[in-house]
T-cell receptor, first 113, second 114 residues
Framework: SQQGEEDPQALSIQEGENATMNCSYK?????LQWYRQNSGRGLVHLIL?????REKHSGRLRVTLDTSKKSSSLLITASRAADTASYFC?????????????FGQGTRLTINP | NAGVTQTPKFQVLKTGQSMTLQCAQD?????MSWYRQDPGMGLRLIHY???????DQGEVPNGYNVSRSTTEDFPLRLLSAAPSQTSVYFC?????????????FGPGTRLLVL
C-alpha cells in the first residue's frame, strides 16, 4: 500500500473557488512534500513541510501538517484554469531496511472556467 | 542549467528486446532515482542511488538494472522487455543522498512494449 495516500482521487471545481486535497501516511516522517504534475509532464515541487512545522504558505498555496493524525492538506485558494493538474504528496517509507521517498496515487484537480 | 534530462522521449519495443533509458543531471546532485508511473498507480520507485558507485532497489526493481558510474548519469536498463513494463518512466534527482529534499524531475520517457 502507498505510504502517502491522497484524497479525493479527483476533484472538479469552478474557477475562483478554493481546492483542498488531503494526504494520509502511516509511519513517522521527517518531512512531507507536495508536487504538481501537468498532463504529460514531469512532477514539479510545490512545498516541503517539516515534521516540526504545522503550516506553510507559498503564494496561493497553503499546506498544513498534523502529525498526530498523520495527515496533511494542500489548499489552493482562488483557483485558476492553470491549476488543472494532478497533485501528489511524497513521504519516506521504509523498504527493505532503508528509507525511500515514495509518492501517493495523486489527486486529479480540474478547474472549470 | 539543463536540469534533469531524459532520452528518448518515446520508445516502442518488442517483447524480449533490451534497451537503456538515459538520465542526466547537471546540478551536481548526489541522489538520483527512477520511477514508473502507471494509470491509477501513482509513481513507484524502481531504483535509486545516493551517490556515484552506490545503488539500491526501490519498490519495483524486478526486470530493471541501474548503475551510477558518474555523479551526472543514472541509466536504467531493461534487460528483456515485457508488456508489463509499458509505462512512463521518470528520473529525478536531489541535492543530498538522503532522498528527503526537493526532487527535480525529468520530462519522462514513454515506453510501449508490444
Amino acid at each position: 500500500s502507498q505510504q502517502g495516500e491522497e484524497d479525493p482521487q479527483a476533484l472538479s471545481i469552478q474557477e475562483g473557488e478554493n481546492a483542498t486535497m488531503n494526504c494520509s501516511y502511516k509511519t513517522s516522517i521527517n518531512n512531507l512534500q507536495w508536487y504538481r504534475q501537468n498532463s504529460g509532464r514531469g512532477l514539479v515541487h510545490l512545498i516541503l513541510i517539516r515534521s516540526n512545522e504545522r503550516e506553510k504558505h507559498s503564494g496561493r498555496l497553503r499546506v498544513t501538517l498534523d502529525t498526530s493524525k498523520k495527515s496533511s492538506s494542500l489548499l489552493i485558494t482562488a483557483s485558476r484554469a492553470a491549476d488543472t493538474a494532478s497533485y501528489f504528496c511524497a513521504t519516506l517509507k521504509r523498504i527493505q531496511g532503508a528509507q525511500k521517498l515514495v509518492f501517493g496515487q495523486g489527486t486529479r484537480l480540474t478547474i472549470n472556467p | 542549467n539543463a536540469g534533469v534530462t531524459q532520452t528518448p522521449k518515446f520508445q516502442v519495443l518488442k517483447t524480449g528486446q533490451s534497451m537503456t533509458l538515459q538520465c542526466a543531471q547537471d546540478m551536481n546532485h548526489e541522489y538520483m532515482s527512477w520511477y514508473r508511473q502507471d494509470p491509477g498507480m501513482g509513481l513507484r520507485l524502481i531504483h535509486y542511488s545516493v551517490g556515484a558507485g552506490i545503488t539500491d532497489q526501490g519498490e519495483v526493481p524486478n526486470g530493471y538494472n541501474v548503475s551510477r558510474s558518474t555523479t551526472e548519469d543514472f541509466p536504467l536498463r531493461l534487460l528483456s522487455a515485457a508488456p508489463s513494463q509499458t509505462s512512463v518512466y521518470f528520473c529525478a534527482s536531489s541535492y543530498t543522498g538522503t532522498g528527503q529534499e526537493t526532487q527535480y524531475f525529468g520530462p519522462g520517457t514513454r515506453l510501449l512494449v508490444l
